[in-house]
């Protein structure tokens, strides 16, 4: 069993910037892949951004590559997305995640989520 808490969500404006963490705890974290998803008003939940055990493996959805950093702290537990050239579109309640495979679809496990809102 792995928990997971995020935190670091808010309101900034357009063009701003905001590092989401996730803590986990429980099973060894550093056997997961961790991932964060989003998930807007009136749409699905969708891939973000995902990183792998060791942080050698590292996938992005197009729609944030460039803007957006996915990274880890296997001492601390702890995944982080930072988030910078935010757009109003990037807002959403996030959520980070974590498998034991390798995967940007299907995780085991999720934390209960983090609003974000870009402000235009």
């Known amino acids: 069993q792995v928990q997971l808490v995020e935190s670091g969500g808010g309101l900034v404006p357009a063009g701003g910037s905001l590092r989401l963490s996730c803590a986990a705890s429980g099973r060894t974290f550093t056997s997961y892949t961790m991932g964060w998803f989003r998930q807007a008003p009136g749409k699905e939940r969708e891939f973000v951004a995902a990183?792998?055990?060791?942080?050698?493996?590292?996938a992005y959805a197009n729609s944030v590559k460039g803007r957006f950093t996915i990274s880890r702290d296997n001492a601390k537990n702890t995944v982080y997305l930072q988030m910078n050239s935010l757009k109003p579109e990037d807002t959403a309640v996030y959520y980070c995640?974590?498998?034991?495979?390798?995967?940007?679809?299907?995780?085991?496990?999720w934390g209960q989520g983090t609003q974000v809102t870009v402000s235009s």
């Open positions: 995640a974590a498998d034991p495979s390798w995967t940007i679809r299907n995780y085991d496990y």
């Open positions: 990183i792998s055990w060791s942080g050698g493996t590292i």
